[in-house]
T-cell receptor, first 109, second 113 residues
Framework: EDQVTQSPEALRLQEGESSSLNCSYT??????LFWYRQDPGKGPEFLFT???AGEEKEKERLKATLTKKESFLHITAPKPEDSATYLC??????????FGPGTRLSVLP | NAGVTQTPKFQVLKTGQSMTLQCAQD?????MSWYRQDPGMGLRLIHY???????DQGEVPNGYNVSRSTTEDFPLRLLSAAPSQTSVYFC????????????FGSGTRLTVV
């Protein structure tokens, strides 16, 4: 059975203080790993897809990386508007899509 | 494109009442799913569909019913609402058979009293 865990559960950063969020996964066969951002009261919004170990994707202050067992979402010099819950999910070869519980990020001015 | 549209945004039901949450997408996506999101539990899959006329159960299907008569619409029915069904419900769709992620609707916040 596919499993996705995320750490930490919650993270508070000062504006400009860089950090990383972790997504660890166990999957029968990985077709893709996805990162989403979710703001309070809204649906998850797609950020990145990673397909193979060693792959990296960047968008503004965010960079996602992938290894065979985990993915990291690196946040460089975050701003208060980066505050949100960040979800990761895996898609396996059976077309099963499994989400992790999320990391709640707060960036203080 | 509107993407994935959910209605209503908010709903309060009394225990035992039934209702239908509506979901429509205009992207011609084959796959559609319903998730519920509860504090500390993450997104849990209720039911999903891989195409018109095909539905299947997810992780937490009890108390819910779905149908998929068209590619665009995927309504979720609560048969007899219970307080345990108080949650935020999200509908999502994606292209079938490819390694693409889901596009989500904005959610329905349901309270059962």
């Amino acid at each position: 059975e596919d499993q996705v865990t995320q750490s930490p559960e919650a993270l508070r950063l000062q504006e400009g203080e860089s950090s990383s969020l972790n997504c660890s996964y166990t999957v029968s066969g990985l077709r893709g790993l996805f990162w989403y951002r979710q703001d309070p009261g809204k649906g998850p919004e797609f950020l990145f897809t990673l397909y193979s170990a060693g792959e990296e994707k960047e968008k503004e202050r965010l960079k996602a990386t992938l290894t065979k067992k985990e993915s990291f979402l690196h946040i460089t010099a975050p701003k208060p508007e980066d505050s949100a819950t960040y979800l990761c999910a895996v898609l396996d070869y059976g077309q099963n899509f499994v989400f992790g519980p999320g990391t709640r990020l707060s960036v203080l001015p | 494109n509107a993407g994935v549209t959910q209605t209503p945004k908010f709903q309060v039901l009394k225990t035992g009442q039934s209702m239908t949450l509506q979901c429509a997408q205009d992207m011609n996506h084959e796959y559609m799913s319903w998730y519920r999101q509860d504090p500390g539990m993450g997104l849990r899959l209720i039911h999903y569909s891989v195409g018109a006329g095909i539905t299947d159960q997810g992780e937490v299907p009890n108390g819910y019913n779905v149908s998929r008569s068209t590619t665009e619409d995927f309504p979720l029915r609560l048969l007899s609402a219970a307080p345990s069904q108080t949650s935020v419900y999200f509908c999502a769709s994606r292209i079938g058979g490819r390694n693409y992620g889901y596009t989500f609707g904005s959610g329905t916040r349901l309270t059962v009293v």
